[in-house]
Nanobody
Framework: QVQLVESGGGLVHSGGSLTLACTVS????????YGWFRQAPGKEREGVACNNIVASSVKGRFTTIRDNAKETVYLQMSSLQPEDTAVYYC????????????????????WGQGTQVTVSS
């Protein structure tokens, strides 16, 4: 059974930083790509990052790290703004690469339960 467990969410002031972690089990970790999505209240879920690609909306503020030994991917977030408030999800891609379709949820086979990030102004 594949499991993705996110951690590291919380409340942070505007301009602050957080690092989310996503630990994967039940699958050969190094064979797949991993993405990050977020869903703000009243909005659709949107892609934030996939492997080392980040969305233009967070470029320069968010980066990804992958630790194959720990079977964990990280989303490092800095200069956080209230509009970054959302539930953040990690997901396992069906393959190793992140091409132009990486923002499509159909590209992902397994999802974590999500972790809340709240940025206060």
């Amino acid at each position: 059974q594949v499991q993705l467990v996110e951690s590291g969410g919380g409340l942070v002031h505007s301009g602050g930083s957080l690092t989310l972690a996503c630990t994967v089990s039940g699958v050969r970790f190094d064979l797949y790509g991993y993405g990050w999505f977020r869903q703000a209240p009243g909005k659709e879920r949107e892609g934030v990052a996939c492997n080392n690609i980040v969305a233009s909306s967070v470029k320069g503020r968010f980066t990804t790290i992958r630790d194959n030994a720990k079977e964990t991917v990280y989303l490092q977030m800095s200069s956080l703004q209230p509009e970054d408030t959302a539930v953040y999800y990690c997901a396992r891609k069906w393959d190793a690469s992140c091409d132009s379709s990486w923002t499509s949820e159909a590209e992902y086979d397994d999802w974590g339960q999500g972790t809340q990030v709240t940025v206060s102004s």
